[in-house]
């Protein structure tokens, strides 16, 4: 199941991008060893939710096997060598020199596998004045230039989450680039190291707006075609408080949906786009959007060239019936999640494993990776397992 069926990863646990990297190489078939450590619960939002050892709420952990290693024992590191000795791929999600110290290294590791990717993931890469500091998706995107541009004018920016630094940059280009490099050591027989750094990434998914600034057709935030500042492409609240997105960026969409939406108001037909009248009209189309309740809009413009959909929540977007009907959601051991993408053909990706927790796996897997019991019986005696 998945084109990346037969391919060996191991993922060291850590927070953020590697999980999501490990998740997206899982849906695609690989099989994917978490290597796992126990550590504190840490808190979000007021609840208890343990970043390394979610159990079946990691949804990031879905499909791998993991196994608990204690790493500051030697016998857990040479454990974890003889796992990545037979790898086609492994995920660092350590800051630069961390596993050097452990003893598991590029240098170390590539002599006893020479076919191994050795996939590093970081947010200032791994040289640099800013590698060896400490950071989040927001001071990622923040020297990369892709935060100064989301936002309103006249208001800072608004923070992402950590969908362009940890995710976009950081998990998606990791996964993009263990992809290539499996490509090329088939031809080649040789592995190499990749530095993934989230700077740079979210700097690429940042490529067109560069391009558009150097030829001076990019304005400050909140003022493009694009980013909100124009009447066409923007959220627009209804009557009971739900919302609209309307992205009818081309003319005949936004014909379309005026039309759609019986408005003869003159004014939004002219100069629709000259910026220094996108308030003005803004304003009109917040006017007639508070006129029905969301349900009553996305009856007349949903499906239609206007370019309009519901702003879901993440109760709402499973039950949407072109989810519905893509089967974009699946339901994992009672928790509702994406379901793998991209799409394929033939090799159809499909989630077999919920998330394990921290060392769920150790006799299971470790098996299928060579140990014998009483080597598994001595890691335990050691406290390595």
């Given amino acids: 199941m998945g084109p990346l069926q037969g391919i060996k990863i191991v993922e060291f646990a850590g927070i953020g991008p590697g999980p999501l990297c490990g998740m997206m190489l899982a849906d695609m078939g690989a099989e994917v060893l978490r290597i796992d450590r126990k550590n504190p619960v840490t808190h979000y939002t007021g609840q208890k939710f343990d970043s390394y050892n979610p159990g079946r709420y990691g949804v990031l952990n879905r499909g791998k096997r993991s196994v608990a290693l204690h790493l500051k024992l030697p016998s857990g590191v040479d454990a974890a060598r003889r796992l990545v000795a037979q790898a086609d791929a492994l995920i660092d999600p350590f800051r630069p020199g961390v596993m050097e110290?452990?003893?598991?290294?590029?240098?170390?590791?590539?002599?006893?596998?020479p076919r191994l990717v050795y996939g590093r993931m970081t947010g200032f890469g791994q040289d640099g004045p800013l590698a060896h500091a400490a950071g989040h998706d927001l001071n990622y995107i923040g020297i990369s230039g892709a935060l100064h541009i989301i936002g309103r004018p006249d208001e800072k920016p608004v923070p992402p989450i950590n969908y362009v630094g940890d995710y976009g940059g950081g998990a998606c280009m990791l996964a993009f680039g263990i992809a290539c490099a499996l490509v090329e050591a088939k031809a080649s027989g040789r592995g190499q190291i990749i530095d993934t750094a989230m700077t740079e990434g979210s700097a690429i998914l940042a490529?067109?707006?560069?391009?558009?600034?150097?030829?001076?057709?990019?304005?400050?935030?909140?003022?493009?075609?694009?980013?909100?500042?124009?009447?066409?492409?923007d959220v627009y609240e209804c009557s009971d408080g739900k919302y609209l997105t309307v992205a009818c960026a081309e003319p005949q969409f936004y014909e379309l949906l005026l039309d759609l939406m019986q408005l003869d108001d003159p004014e939004l037909r002219k100069d629709r786009m000259d910026p220094e009248r996108w308030p003005a009209l803004k304003g009109k189309l917040?006017?007639?959007?508070?006129?029905?309740?969301?349900?009553?809009?996305c009856s007349v413009l949903e499906g239609t060239d206007a370019c309009v959909t519901p702003m879901l929540d993440f109760e709402e977007a499973p039950k949407h019936p072109h989810n519905v009907a893509r089967k974009a959601f699946i339901t994992l051991d009672g928790v509702t999640q994406p379901a793998p993408a991209p799409r394929f053909s033939r090799t159809v990706p499909e989630v077999t494993r919920r998330p394990p927790t921290a060392g769920e796996n150790n006799h299971d897997a470790l098996t299928d990776w060579g140990f014998n019991p009483d080597e598994i019986s001595a890691l335990e005696s050691s406290g390595a397992l």
């Fill in 101 to 113: 110290k452990l003893g598991l290294g590029p240098e170390p590791s590539l002599a006893a596998n």
């Fill in 286 to 297: 917040t006017t007639a959007f508070k006129s029905k309740t969301r349900s009553e809009w």
């Fill in 207 to 233: 490529s067109m707006m560069y391009g558009m600034f150097a030829q001076g057709a990019w304005q400050p935030k909140g003022q493009n075609r694009i980013d909100g500042g124009a009447h066409f492409y």
